[in-house]
């Protein structure tokens, strides 16, 4: 069946750092790929998204290249900031199973000022 | 996009009794879904409500437990029943909008004491 595969976190990186969090997934059909953000306290938020293969995904300074040769999907920014401080979860859905998503188990990014 | 709100935003429940939680879209939407995400875990999905039909539980998740109602294309009700402290969840609506993209409402926060 379908799956996703992330890292697992806490991630602690300091201000302005790199950050790349690693996605990888399991689909029989061709998937379309997302990336979930949840500030503390808060709901779900898309962040970002792709829905092809080579596909680039990007929202807020975030970027996501969708793999099918590697089925990967990984989150990248050049910058962090303290305000990226929050769990982000990598899914992926199948419009062949009725649209259900499947989400990876989160990954905790703290960032330090 | 889709606006989602949910009611209550949380509630601290005691053993043995039933919350239900409403969900409401701003547009017409045919699918809705209710997931579960307890403390510390990524989403679980509970179960797909189609307008006019019974609503399609997820493996591990009953009607008589989680009963759920869609009278109309923009609203759709959650119960949990006969709660126990392992219910204590964040409880959350979503719909699909778009290029299979999923929107989240903000998330029930329920307590079982």
């Known amino acids: 069946g379908n799956s996703v595969t992330q890292m697992e976190g806490p991630v602690t990186l300091s201000e302005e750092a790199f950050l790349t969090i690693n996605c990888t997934y399991t689909?029989?059909?061709?998937?379309?790929l997302f990336w979930y953000v949840q500030y503390p306290g808060e709901g779900l938020q898309l962040l970002l998204k792709a829905t092809k293969a080579d596909d680039k995904g990007s929202n807020k300074g975030f970027e996501a290249t969708y793999r099918k040769e590697t089925t990967s999907f990984h989150l990248e920014k050049g910058s962090v900031q303290v305000s990226d401080s929050a769990v982000y979860f990598c899914a992926l859905s199948d419009r062949n199973r009725d649209d259900k998503i499947i989400f990876g188990k989160g990954t905790r990014l703290h960032i330090l000022p | 996009s889709a606006v989602i709100s949910q009611k209550p935003s949380r509630d601290i429940c005691q053993r043995g009794t039933s919350l239900t939680i409403q969900c409401q879209v701003d547009s017409q939407v045919t699918m809705m879904f209710w997931y579960r995400q307890q403390p510390g875990q990524s989403l679980t999905l509970i179960a797909t409500a189609n307008q006019g039909s019974e609503a399609t539980y997820e493996s591990g998740f009953v009607i008589d437990k989680f009963p759920i109602s869609r009278p109309n294309l923009t609203f759709s009700t959650l119960t949990v029943s006969n709660m126990s402290p392992e219910d204590s969840s964040i409880y959350l609506c979503s719909v699909v909008k778009g290029q299979e993209t999923q929107y989240f409402g903000p998330g029930t926060r329920l307590l079982v004491l």
């Open positions: 689909a029989t059909g061709y998937p379309s």
